[in-house]
């Protein structure tokens, strides 16, 4: 009798001992007979978390694969992707026998069933992905959850290296209502088991690349509890080939040409009208292309823009430069010598630094008549300087000269005030020659200078590119 009362006790304290449902049975290997099996020990339930007391805790493990990188909104600092959600727990109890009821799984309607509440904390719109209304159901009380889910996630975008830059967006999978001691969230796979499955099921090859995937449980305290979290690292690399075809090579092409035009002489006016040329130039490519350049509405601004900013000072500056050139080379006739301090600074130091061999301005003007056709006298320079007015004119002989003599003689000293003047007026004055001078060298020297600051320029933001 003893005996028989204890096996009483145990057959009604077992399904107390098993878990949050009894053991289901099946009359037949069918899915009717299974499925009134659950209705009658299951769905009841569906509005209790499947534990056996309050107090226990229930794990629930999540996976993560990334399927596809729809955009990347810099200026709503928004990151949209594909993916899918796999959430997997054990309903405590619940159990039958794979051929008594002619199944190992089954799948059921999500509303039967309680559902963790798991939410992408990052979320700024609602979920457009197609619903998935099924779960699997496992003969070991296992609910198999899986679902695709479009999410637009808010991501802290660093654009500072742009086209080159990598992004680190974070997804954080948690209850929403549950603390942690309701509910504990661990991961199913490891980071590299994610990052694998993510690259061979990916489906977009868009502007970026997935880099790496890693996970992190964290436990969030707030003011009414903790709650237990998985955190999501999704590390984006962009492709910057098309940036670099579209925006750096012809922007490297414009300042090349500008560097190029220093060639041309500087006195030239087409030098300064293809320089005007470029600016304009650059200045449409900027605005054609400025819907290709992120923006943000942070303070931070990108190296690229740094870039095309100096590109277009350097090529003003430039411009500047061929204008002042210009005006030296072209106006020195209107300006007296040159100070003597300035000249020996250029001439003869700065000549040297650019290495421009110094110039003779002398003029040397010499005629010797003939002495068949003139026997009685010589013109001398003493002559042709009193055509120009420097000395006064040599008073002529005592004894009267022949006339055709004195027309000969006439005539000489014409041709050669002539030819003086026309010297003057094809070689310049000898502060003419000076200022010109002074203007080559000026032009080689700044020329130095720009070609230093671009190379100083540029090499600094590629290294602030690499190094970042």
């Given at each position: 009798m003893r005996?028989?009362k204890?096996?009483g006790?145990i057959?009604i304290c077992?399904p107390?001992l ?5 053991a289901?049975n099946c009359?037949?290997p069918?899915?009717?007979s299974?499925f009134a099996?659950?209705?009658k020990?299951l ?6 978390r499947?534990v056996?007391s ?5 794990n629930?493990?999540?996976s993560?694969t990334l399927?596809?990188i ?5 200026k709503?600092q928004?990151?949209t992707t ?5 959430l997997?727990?054990y309903?405590?109890?619940?159990s039958w026998?794979?051929?008594?009821c ?8 999500r ?5 963790p509440?798991?939410q992408?904390s ?13 779960v699997?159901?496992?003969?070991t009380?296992?609910?198999?959850d899986?679902?695709?889910i479009?999410?637009?996630s808010?991501c802290?975008?660093?654009?500072y290296?742009?086209?080159f830059?990598?992004q680190?967006?974070?997804l954080t999978?948690g209850s ?5 001691g309701d ?7 490891t980071?590299e088991e ?7 099921v990916?489906?977009t ?6 880099v790496?995937i890693e996970?992190?449980?964290?436990t969030?305290e707030?003011l ?6 998985i955190r999501?690292?999704v590390i984006?690399k ?5 940036y670099?075809?579209n925006?750096?090579?012809?922007s490297c092409?414009l300042?090349?040409l500008?560097l190029?035009?220093f060639l ?6 087409d030098?300064?009208a293809?320089?005007m ?6 200045t449409v490519?900027l605005l054609?292309?400025n ?5 943000t509405g942070e303070?931070?601004?990108p190296?690229?823009?740094t870039?095309f900013?100096i ?5 003003v500056?430039?411009l500047?430069e061929?204008?002042?050139i210009?005006?030296?080379q072209?106006?020195?006739r209107?300006y007296?010598?040159a100070p003597?301090?300035?000249?020996v600074?250029v001439l003869?130091?700065?000549a ?7 110039k003779?301005?002398n003029?040397t003007v ?15 320079s003493?002559?042709?300087?009193s055509?120009?007015?420097e000395i006064?004119p040599?008073?002529?002989?005592l004894?009267p000269?022949?006339?055709s003599?004195?027309e ?7 041709l ?5 003047q026309m010297?003057k007026?094809?070689?310049?004055s000898?502060?003419s020659q ?5 203007g080559i060298?000026?032009d080689?020297l700044?020329f ?5 600051f671009?190379?100083?320029?540029f090499l ?9």
């Amino acid at each position: 009798m003893r005996e028989v009362k204890t096996a009483g006790l145990i057959f009604i304290c077992f399904p107390l001992l098993h878990g949050f449902v009894a053991a289901l049975n099946c009359t037949s290997p069918t899915p009717e007979s299974l499925f009134a099996g659950l209705e009658k020990e299951l769905f009841p339930t569906k509005l209790l978390r499947p534990v056996k007391s309050f107090s226990d805790t229930l794990n629930v493990t999540i996976s993560m694969t990334l399927v596809g990188i729809i955009g990347v909104n810099e200026k709503e600092q928004s990151l949209t992707t594909f993916i899918w959600q796999v959430l997997e727990w054990y309903i405590d109890g619940l159990s039958w026998d794979e051929k008594e009821c002619g199944t190992e799984r089954v799948s059921i309607p999500r509303k039967n069933l309680w559902v963790p509440d798991v939410q992408i904390s990052e979320f700024m719109d609602e979920d457009k992905s197609p619903k998935s209304p099924y779960v699997y159901l496992y003969n070991t009380g296992r609910v198999y959850d899986d679902r695709p889910i479009r999410v637009v996630s808010s991501c802290r975008l660093e654009i500072y290296t742009f086209p080159f830059d990598r992004q680190n967006c974070t997804l954080t999978f948690g209850s929403y209502i549950h603390y942690a001691g309701d509910i504990t969230m661990l991961p199913s796979k490891t980071p590299e088991e994610d990052l694998e499955e993510s690259r061979q099921v990916i489906e977009t090859r868009g502007e970026w690349e997935l880099v790496d995937i890693e996970t992190a449980p964290i436990t969030l305290e707030i003011l009414d509890g903790t709650y237990s979290e998985i955190r999501y690292f999704v590390i984006l690399k962009r492709r910057p080939l098309l940036y670099v075809v579209n925006l750096l090579v012809p922007s490297c092409f414009l300042i090349t040409l500008d560097l190029f035009s220093f060639l041309l002489p500087p006195h030239s006016v087409d030098r300064g009208a293809f320089k005007m040329t470029l600016i304009l130039g650059y200045t449409v490519f900027l605005l054609i292309m400025n819907d290709l350049l992120p923006v943000t509405g942070e303070m931070t601004t990108p190296l690229i823009n740094t870039l095309f900013c100096i590109s277009l000072a350097l090529m003003v500056a430039s411009l500047l430069e061929t204008v002042f050139i210009t005006n030296i080379q072209c106006s020195s006739r209107q300006y007296g010598a040159a100070p003597h301090w300035l000249s020996v600074l250029v001439l003869r130091y700065l000549a040297v630094v650019v290495r421009i061999p110094p110039k003779k301005t002398n003029i040397t003007v010499s005629l010797q008549a003939s002495a068949r056709a003139m026997n009685t006298s010589i013109i001398s320079s003493r002559d042709l300087q009193s055509v120009s007015g420097e000395i006064p004119p040599v008073k002529p002989p005592l004894t009267p000269p022949e006339p055709s003599l004195d027309e000969l003689r006439a005539l000489s000293i014409d041709l050669l005030a002539i030819r003086l003047q026309m010297d003057k007026h094809f070689q310049g004055s000898k502060a003419s020659q000076e200022w010109q001078m002074i203007g080559i060298v000026i032009d080689r020297l700044l020329f130095g200078f720009y070609i230093v600051f671009i190379s100083v320029c540029f090499l600094t933001i590629l290294c602030l590119w690499i190094w970042s």
